[in-house]
Structures are given as structure tokens and as C-alpha cells.
Nanobody
Framework: QVQLVESGGGSVQTGESLRLSCAAS????????MNWYRQAPGKQRELVAG??????TNLADSVKGRFTISRDNQNTVYLQMNSLKPEDTGVYYC??????????WGQGTQVTVSS
């Protein structure tokens, strides 16, 4: 089983930056992919960014050019968020697919961007 611990959320002004981290630990053979989702108040959870074990990345259109996702070799994934906008506000969740068919979620970290 995988445990995910997120950190790095906070409150910032429009145009500022934040870096989220998500560290995976536990018992697993392979983490296939790690992803960041976010959920704004009253809205559905949406995929923001993902990175595969091979390093391939994908970003939602709404964050392309502003966010980057990266991963180290210690099973930690990072989401660098630049030029933040009020619409980026929400709870950001880390997600991992591991051992091919299993999934884990973090507890979420709040990001608030004020204008």
C-alpha cells in the first residue's frame, strides 16, 4: 500500500508562485504514474498534471505555460506553479497509480490565490 503526503500549499497573491510536493512511501513494487488533481469549491475534481514513470508529462490546458510537474528518483513529485491566478484556487490532491492497477490519494493541500 502507498501513502502520499502533500506539502507546500498556502495563500498567495495573483502572479506569485507556489511549489507543491508529494512524497510516496509504503509497500509497492512500482509507481507507474503520479498526478496532481485539484478541486475548487462547488466544482468537480480535475486533473491538473501528471507524470509517468518514464518521465512523460501532461498538463491541463488551463495551466500550460505556468505549471510544471517533475519527479525525483525518490518517489516524490513536485508541482511548480507560477503566475498563479484566482481560478487556480482549490484543494490540490496528489494521486498515484502503483503496481499497475492500484491507486492512492493524498489528503490534499489548500491553495488560495487572491486578486
Amino acid at each position: 500500500q502507498v501513502q502520499l503526503v502533500e506539502s507546500g500549499g498556502g495563500s498567495v497573491q495573483t502572479g506569485e508562485s507556489l511549489r507543491l510536493s508529494c512524497a510516496a512511501s509504503g509497500s509497492f513494487s512500482t509507481i507507474n504514474s503520479m498526478n496532481w488533481y485539484r478541486q475548487a469549491p462547488g466544482k468537480q475534481r480535475e486533473l491538473v498534471a501528471g507524470i509517468s514513470s518514464g518521465g512523460s508529462t501532461n498538463l491541463a490546458d488551463s495551466v500550460k505555460g505556468r505549471f510544471t510537474i517533475s519527479r525525483d528518483n525518490q518517489n516524490t513529485v513536485y508541482l511548480q506553479m507560477n503566475s498563479l491566478k484566482p481560478e487556480d484556487t482549490g484543494v490540490y490532491y496528489c494521486n498515484a497509480r502503483y503496481n499497475t492497477v492500484r491507486y492512492a490519494w493524498g489528503q490534499g493541500t489548500q491553495v488560495t490565490v487572491s486578486s
